[in-house]
């Protein structure tokens, strides 16, 4: 098959190598020529670089593997769409939200499915752990949905399907099936229990599959972020401030909070006076809720311990056998931080790692 990938980072690169090991024609673009064409060099035969245009006037399927708010800019650099089978890997964490719905109407000519979004791209890339084949959900349009199933079979993973364009919010990021490593036979049970609003079972499976959810992360956190405190600090705080309200609220007040919170650098962070500290809890850029505000300089202290005892948070973090135990002493160490926030931290934070 002929697939474009559009985005030739961490997803487009993965995914990439996936489908040409499987056979297939890829052909990588993005705004800087620069990784496709290293792409195409590395894969050789059946790997090719070309503009957004021209990779997807030759394309059957293409894959949106860019920045959610980027995916409707690629596309109306791409020309016209014709039937062609697009399918979104893209997610939205700022304020634009783009939903399934919202790109099937600006691109009616196309056949949308999402798929290869709510798996991270270090388990997508991990050859260790596919046996039984993890489960990648996708939803979208019915006629093209065979093609993206087959596609993701390609790929080593085992399709499971969530329904039409409609439900794909149910593979959005913040949703009980996003990033969450299962079997086919624990994602049908989720899934069913998800669509008959069965909480309880939904908080047990969630419970039974954590350890493994954190586990990937973990390691690309460890492994792959920048050595630098005010790296940990920014995800510990937004984790803190995300606790029982919504991620988009957050989102909308991050460069104020960042600003009254000095960057997030722990030296600055640690030696807020209580002065500043009640400025800090009146100034409506923040979030104005002062156990976490008051946790984030208890935080920042407590990663001034952290690096006069291991010199480094990636010290820290490879002092820990595995991601349980560094979760449970990160619960320990830290304000406002349960399972939940660990498991925010470590997620954020590996997704902006390398
Ligand atoms: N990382 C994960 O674990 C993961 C997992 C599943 C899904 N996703 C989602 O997949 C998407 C890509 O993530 P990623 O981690 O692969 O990101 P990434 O490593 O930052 O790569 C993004 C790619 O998109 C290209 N790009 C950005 N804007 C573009 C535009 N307007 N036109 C054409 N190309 C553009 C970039 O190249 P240029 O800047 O040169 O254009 C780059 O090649 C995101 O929406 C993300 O949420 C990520």
């Not at 791409?78 to 089978?85: E, M, Q, S």
């Not at 960057?263 to 640690?270: E, I, S």
Request: without cysteine; glycine residues 8%; charged residues 25%.
């Amino acid at each position: 098959m002929q697939i474009t990938i559009l985005g030739a980072g961490r997803v487009g690169a993965t995914v990439g190598r996936l489908w040409h090991a499987a056979g297939h024609d890829v052909t990588f673009a993005a705004r800087d020529a620069a990784r496709p064409r290293a792409l195409a060099a590395e894969l050789g035969e059946h790997a090719h670089a070309a503009s957004v245009a021209d990779a997807v006037a030759g394309a059957e399927v293409v894959l949106a593997a860019v920045p959610g708010p980027a995916v409707t800019d690629v596309l109306r650099a791409a020309g016209p769409l014709d039937g062609r089978v697009i399918i979104d890997a893209a997610n939205s964490f700022g304020r634009q939200e783009v939903t399934m719905r919202s790109l099937a109407d600006a691109f009616p000519q196309a056949r949308w499915v999402r798929a290869f979004n709510s798996l991270s791209v270090s388990i997508m890339a991990d050859d260790n752990h596919r046996k039984p084949p993890w489960v990648m959900f996708l939803s979208g349009d019915e006629e093209a949905k065979p093609v993206v199933a087959q596609l993701i079979r390609d790929a080593g993973f085992d399709p499971l399907d969530l329904g039409g364009i409609d439900d794909s919010q149910l593979q959005d990021p913040g949703s009980v099936l996003w990033t969450n490593v299962l079997t086919h036979d624990e994602a049908t049970a989720l899934l069913a229990a998800v669509k008959s609003g069965d909480t309880a079972a939904v908080d047990q499976s969630a419970l039974r599959t954590r350890a493994r959810e954190l586990a990937a992360p973990f390691e690309e956190f460890r492994d792959h972020a920048p050595d630098n405190p005010a790296f940990f600090l920014e995800h510990l705080s937004r984790s803190v401030f995300e606790a029982g309200i919504s991620w988009r609220v957050v989102e909308a007040k991050w460069e104020g909070i960042r600003e009254a919170f000095h960057g997030f650098d722990p030296v600055q962070v640690a030696a807020m006076p209580p002065g500043e500290i009640a400025a800090v809890e009146n100034d409506s850029r923040v979030i104005r809720n002062k156990a976490k505000i008051r946790a984030t300089v208890g935080n920042a202290r407590e990663i001034l311990a952290i690096l006069d005892e291991y010199g480094s948070i990636r010290g820290y973090l490879a002092s820990f056998p595995d991601a349980q135990a560094a979760a449970a002493d990160m619960r320990r160490r830290f304000k406002f931080l349960g399972d939940t926030g660990v498991w925010r931290l470590l997620t954020s934070a590996s997704r902006d790692s390398g």
